[in-house]
């Protein structure tokens, strides 16, 4: 009869505990829930944060060379910032109205025709007749896609959910520079939310750690923008040469890409090299749209080629200071778990948690090797 009092504490405590245990995961579910809510706000401030990061050297060039109050600094690299932003949009003006024209999106049928058009010029250049590649295709179940089925009506309803999507991202432009305006006036802003969640003990190597973040990850992107600036110079050079219209768009357009690590340029030079085939239709293909898509791949070439062995390692080893081959490695498996999106991330986060590491793990081996060239 003794043990009655003690079974019934012990059936107390784990009562306690599964309801306990039920709570948080309940907690966890519901914070989750709020935050798949709330993505696009989370958006907001990810992208606001990276512009701020972005426009950090300018506001502190502003107060520290020019003297100026932080307020005025600020605002100064808020209209930069935005001028070049519209700057870039009205760039994109000419290249949709030429392309409208090119492609002839008011009229289906012809657009259809000069497709065709190409395609049997294509097939006839590399000695196959439209007959036999139609079978080849129909054997391997992929006619429904290709020439002999296709279906390009769906470009004016693309474009009508193109413009919907455009009108909502004007309320998320707005959004994000307003949020970017006050991270960029007050630099501590965002530290003071983090800090809110930060044991008192921690705080201090908290602070420390963002200030590196910092730091590191506005070199990170200052070099990103160099980097595509770069390749924005070989790509329009090359257009030009060839005689592209629209040259300066098309090279701003497919640079801007290579943000995408390994996959950006490969959907930049595709872009490319159809938008050279689709400027030239209705011209000799083997005279005209063949030698001019083969400069545009030459261009390309030498642009990856500069990017891959100057840039790039140029950018990783000076800005985040880790290893070009660290990089692959991380960019790589942060792309197969999270895919595209993964691998834009997958350096700033890296950095990130690489200076988190070395600032309250500095002890452990693993993490002294990792970081010690920060």
Known sequence: MSKTPERKINS?????????AVGIILGVVLVLYFLWQIQSVIAYLAIAA???LIGRPIVLFLRRKLKLPNTLAVILTMIFMVAILAGIISLFVPLISEQGKNLALLDIDKLQANINTLYVEI???????????GEILQESELEKTLVDRLDIGFIPNFLNSFL??????????FSVLFISFFFLKDSNLFQRGILAFVPQNKETGTVNSIDKINNLLSRYFVGLLLQIFILFVIYTITLLIVGIENAIVIAFLCALFNIIPYVGPIIGGA?????????????????????????????????????NFFSQPFIFSNSVKSHPLEIFLIIIIAGLLFGVVGMIIAVPGYTAIKVILKEFLAENKLVKSLTKTL
């Open 12 to 20: 107390k405590m784990i009562s306690q505990g599964i309801l306990r």
């Open 50 to 52: 990276v512009i701020a």
């Open 123 to 133: 097939t006839e250049y590399i000695g196959a007749s439209p007959e036999v590649v």
């Open 164 to 173: 919907n999507v455009l009108s909502t991202a004007s309320i998320g432009l």
């Open 271 to 307: 872009i490319m090299i159809v938008l050279t085939m689709t400027s030239n239709l209705g011209m000799d293909f083997s005279t005209v749209i063949l030698p001019k898509t083969g400069y545009v791949l030459i261009g390309l070439v030498v642009g990856q080629l500069v990017d």
